[in-house]
């Protein structure tokens, strides 16, 4: 038995080229929890995180074949997750009930409960998505300037500039 590296993903199998299925096996096993965390970050509400990132990997499978880059599998799938959201828009919403659910994901291992981690995580919600996307992004996720620029398909440069506004406002929020 031989391991193969697709970028971040290993894939064990017998041959040397990995099928198509176990491709997306590793690719669900390695991102899932990266995009059920940004999905429930996007709506936040648990059940439609959990319906955005269950069609994220649905269209992930009906277009693995098309992916070129495997160093940009992590950004794929936000990209899709992120268009899953807006769709939700664009179709019929139904109502939800008014029964609280958690407001952290089960897989979250340390939950800071103190009044500045709340007066933070709700500063972060009055930032515009424009800046607290971006923010989030290097922040939760690692990205640097570059990728965050080439995953919103703005200049480094901006998105340098959402970064530091993003910033300044949370700092005038806290303050």
Known sequence: MTTVAFDRFIVKH????PTRDQLFQSLVTQYAD????????????????EDLAQETFL?????????????AVKGWLFTIVRRENAR??????????????EEIPENKTHYDTS????????????LPVEYREPLLLQVEFGYSQKEIANYLGISVGGAGTRL???RQQLKEMLE
């Open 14 to 17: 017998n041959t040397t080229k």
């Open 34 to 49: 990266d995009v059920f965390r940004y999905a429930y970050w996007l709506c936040g509400n648990k059940p439609v995180a």
């Open 115 to 126: 009044t500045e981690a709340h007066a933070l995580r709700e500063a972060l919600k009055r």
């Open 88 to 101: 939700r828009f664009e179709r019929k919403q139904f109502d939800y009930s008014d029964f609280p659910s």
């Open 164 to 166: 530091f506004r993003a």
């Open 59 to 71: 269209r992930a499978w009906k277009s693995i074949d098309k992916l070129n880059d495997a160093k």
